[in-house]
């Protein structure tokens, strides 16, 4: 079933400002609370939910603006390996919108019957994903190449294996629950307020040792560098993901991606356009009037191409699969060669008598001409 778009659930334009989406989710997200008696609906809670969850995160709503849902499966070769709706806890969105607390009507907990705040502090969450800018010189672009990169990312810790300390045992603050509750009565009823156990920090297990190596987080940031291969026709704009060498995740998850994304320095003569390849070629006069043969670049070496008598500023040759491989697949584009006659501003005083030999020439039978006659 194909998924709604994110910005249509919440009901924003794609141009939409954090603080837009923000108050969108926030008017929705009371609107559909399952314990909403009048519009409460659960799967549509999820849902926006989930949309804010991509949105509100600048590295994923540009991922989404790019690839769409496709960025949130594992068969994308450009997503978030890994993601799931229900990694999402909504209790902690909600906290963070709501400010404190997940307040709900007569206890709302978790979908589908399970205990959210239990289950979602100890899931396993991927570790974050890295962006990085890497700048390619032209003909690496082109015909690919291998590149060293380094960015400081998570590791799991050495000393105390990512557990974060020594001894667990269950938070005697929460009761192992990872939540705080509180009640408040109203006219309206019973308001159930959640709050993450700032002692175990919703994990429901405390140590009695943290471990000084990562100070109790479980990762500790090391510079890394990693080898990254280059595919051949890489673009300004385009991003390639190398899946799972990212930080490490949380409670074992999965490590983060690390999303690379290119810029390309011009060429001082080739001009590209996808995968065409655009080469203005100069002549002079003669060799545009008489014709000849002249040597030109390609991406692949020279070629000798034949230029024909009259040849004017402007006219074009198309080099059939002499432009860019498509990246990752089969085929290349073209190869334009587009002539420039060349005007010379200095003569010397024969070639000034040979030209004025030429403009002695009668061409007024030249379609041309009478074309422009008509409007005079």
Do not use: W
């Not at 450009?78 to 919108?97: K, M, P, T």
């Not at 239990?118 to 396993?124: A, H």
């Amino acid at each position: 079933m194909n998924k709604k778009d994110y910005y249509e659930v919440l009901g924003v334009s794609k141009t939409a400002t954090d603080e837009e989406i923000k108050r969108a989710f926030r008017k929705l997200a009371k609107q559909y609370h399952p314990d909403n008696k009048q519009t409460g609906d659960e799967a549509k809670f999820k849902e926006v939910g989930e949309a804010y969850a991509i949105l509100s995160d600048p590295q994923k709503r540009r991922q989404y603006d790019q690839f769409g849902h496709q960025a949130f499966t594992n068969n994308g070769n450009a997503g978030y390996s890994g993601f799931s709706a229900d990694d999402i806890d909504l209790g902690d969105i909600f906290s963070e919108i709501f400010g404190g607390g997940f307040s709900g009507f007569s206890g709302f907990s978790s979908f589908g019957g399970r205990s959210g705040a239990r289950t979602n502090s100890k899931r396993p969450r991927k570790g974050a994903d890295s962006l990085v800018s890497v700048t390619l010189d032209f003909e690496e672009a082109i015909n690919g190449c291998k590149k060293t990169i380094s960015l400081d990312l998570n590791e799991k810790c050495g000393s105390c294996h990512g557990a974060g300390g020594f001894n667990e045992k269950t938070c005697p603050t929460c009761g192992g629950s990872g939540r705080i509750i509180s009640e408040q009565r109203s006219l309206f009823g019973v308001f159930q307020t959640q709050t993450t156990c700032s002692e175990c920090d919703g994990t429901g297990r405390v140590f009695k040792t943290v471990c000084s190596e990562c100070n109790g987080t479980g990762n500790v940031r090391k510079r890394k560098e990693i080898e990254v291969t280059i595919p051949e026709g890489v673009d300004t704009g385009y991003q390639l993901r190398i899946s799972g060498k990212g930080s490490a995740g949380i409670n074992g998850g999965a490590n983060g991606d690390i999303y690379i994304e290119f810029k390309v320095r011009p060429h001082p003569l080739f001009l590209r356009e996808d995968e065409d390849i655009y080469l203005t070629v100069p002549l002079t006069i003669t060799e545009a009037v008489l014709g000849c043969k002249k040597e030109i670049p390609t991406l692949t070496g020279n070629v000798i191409l034949e230029v024909k008598p009259g040849t004017a500023s402007g006219d074009k040759v198309k080099l059939k699969g002499k432009g860019v491989k498509k990246v990752n697949a089969f085929g290349k584009g073209n190869m334009y060669v587009v002539y420039k006659v060349v005007v010379p501003t200095k003569l010397s005083m024969a070639q000034k008598r040979l030209f004025k030999e030429l403009a002695d020439t009668n061409l007024d039978d030249a379609l041309e001409f009478k074309e422009f006659r008509k409007y005079l």
